[in-house]
Nanobody, 126 residues
Framework: QVQLVESGGGLVQVGGSLRLSCAAS????????MAWFRQAAGKEREFVAA????????DFVDSVKGRFTISGDNAKNTVYLQMNSLKPEDTAVYYC???????????????????WGQGTRVTVSG
């Protein structure tokens, strides 16, 4: 059974940083593309970042480019989202997701992700 468990959310001031982690189990992590999505209160879920199973391809929503990075650690079966220069509009619940198929890069196509974590809340104040 595939499980994705996010951690690292919290309250941070404008301009601060957080690193989100997503620990995966029940799948061969090195063969799955991963992504982060977020959902702010009263808004639809939106794509944030994605990384291919090989780690050689990444994609970001325009609003976080230059501020967020995504990376994976196959030894730890974990994908990270490093968030710098945080803004109030980054406030949301952040979800990690794993692709439905192995060795496919789905980028921002949410329908291609079959496995989702429970989410971790990020609040940017100030």
């Amino acid at each position: 059974q595939v499980q994705l468990v996010e951690s690292g959310g919290g309250l941070v001031q404008v301009g601060g940083s957080l690193r989100l982690s997503c620990a995966a189990s029940g799948l061969t992590f090195s063969t799955y593309s991963m992504a982060w999505f977020r959902q702010a209160a009263g808004k639809e879920r939106e794509f944030v970042a994605a990384i291919s199973w090989s780690g050689d391809r990444t994609d970001f929503v325009d609003s976080v480019k230059g501020r967020f990075t995504i990376s994976g650690d196959n030894a730890k079966n974990t994908v990270y989202l490093q968030m710098n220069s945080l803004k109030p509009e980054d406030t949301a619940v952040y979800y990690c997701a794993a692709d439905r198929r192995v060795q496919r890069y789905s980028g921002r196509i949410s329908g291609n992700y079959a496995y989702w974590g429970q989410g971790t809340r990020v609040t940017v104040s100030g």
